[in-house]
Nanobody, 124 residues
Framework: QVQLVESGGGLVQAGGSLRLSCAASGRTFSNYAMGWFRQAPGKGREFVAALSRSGVSTYYAESVKGRFTISRDNAKNTVYLQMNSLKPDDTAVYYC?????????????????WGQGTQVTVSS
């Protein structure tokens, strides 16, 4: 089992920035690709960003491309989501997830482990 704990959420004004962190434990972190997802009120969970095991390959949802950056530090067993130029539409609970399957994926069903989520609220 892999345990994932998100942190760094909070309240920020539109145009501001936040950096989310996801600390992993329980298994070898470098064996997992990592992803960030979010769920806004009244909506389903949607893909935000994914990062390969090595940290070299990334993929972003079109809605966040150019504003968000996913990265990882395998020595610290931590994945990050740097969020810049935040918009009210970014308001959601953000979840990190770990994926043992080869390659990068956007589908929720392909991720094996999930954190508890951290709230991000962007005011207008």
């Amino acid at each position: 089992q892999v345990q994932l704990v998100e942190s760094g959420g909070g309240l920020v004004q539109a145009g501001g920035s936040l950096r989310l962190s996801c600390a992993a434990s329980g298994r070898t972190f470098s064996n997992y690709a990592m992803g960030w997802f979010r769920q806004a009120p009244g909506k389903g969970r949607e893909f935000v960003a994914a990062l390969s095991r090595s940290g070299v390959s990334t993929y972003y949802a079109e809605s966040v491309k150019g504003r968000f950056t996913i990265s990882r530090d395998n020595a610290k067993n931590t994945v990050y989501l740097q969020m810049n130029s935040l918009k009210p539409d970014d308001t959601a609970v953000y979840y990190c997830a770990a994926d043992r399957n080869p390659g990068l994926h956007t589908a929720i069903r392909l991720y094996d482990y999930w954190g508890q989520g951290t709230q991000v609220t962007v005011s207008s």
